[in-house]
């Protein structure tokens, strides 16, 4: 079913949502948070936008034009329909496209910043694959891969540009590898922990087009206190005015 929700405690924005296939989470909201923005980054760029809170979320933090890219239909509608709602179309262009296709839009290098929150899983493993075809186009590796996305990213970032992303933590090796073979210099690392004392179980990951090796490892990001509640570290990404 189709609602609209307040985009978490961000001041007079909503978001269009299908409860019924998924709803945007935590992990689009930490990573705008994460990534590095200054005042000369012009465009920017998600990757797999969804319902585009990650591109509403950045253009309080950005004057930067935002683009999304989404291969979903009728989820890119629900994005286009938030985009209107809340008067961000001068900021923020929604495409319906597969982000393979993404030259009959765009030159190469041709943005300053790269974001991604992409599907997590592989295909193959199919104990995890949801009935839902939404569900599974967000979560499963069933159109793009993260070799893909990561060489999607190279070709369209400028020099020097940033590349950032948020994934399985269990992936991390793999994620690293991509982007030094696509000539990305990971810079920027920060694990996310369910609760204290677990495991990690996220990653926050940001990295430099042809950037020179240096890596830097921020302090963990625990979620949950001990009765499951989110800590005020959270609560401010969440309630941010």
Known sequence: MKVVNDLLGYDNLKIVQNSDWFSFSLDSV??????????????ILDLGTGNAPIPMILSTLTHAHIYGIEIQKDVYEMGKESIDIN??????????DDMKKLDKYFEANFFDVIVCNPPYFKLEELSKKNDDEHK???????????????AIAKKYLDNNGVFAMIHRSDRLI??????????????????????????????????RKNGKPGLIIKEPLIIHNENGEYLDEINKLFFRR
Do not use: C, W
């Open 30 to 43: 930490l990573l705008p948070n994460f990534v590095t923005l200054n005042k000369d980054v012009k465009n």
């Open 174 to 207: 793999e994620i690293i590898e991509e982007m030094r073979k696509n000539n990305i210099e990971p810079k920027k690392i920060q694990l996310i922990y369910p609760k204290k004392n677990t495991n990690s179980n996220m990653v926050l990951i940001e990295g």
């Open 87 to 96: 008067d961000l179309t001068s900021q923020i262009q929604l495409i319906n």
């Open 136 to 150: 599974t186009i967000a979560r499963h590796e069933e159109k793009i891969t993260l070799s893909e996305i990561v």
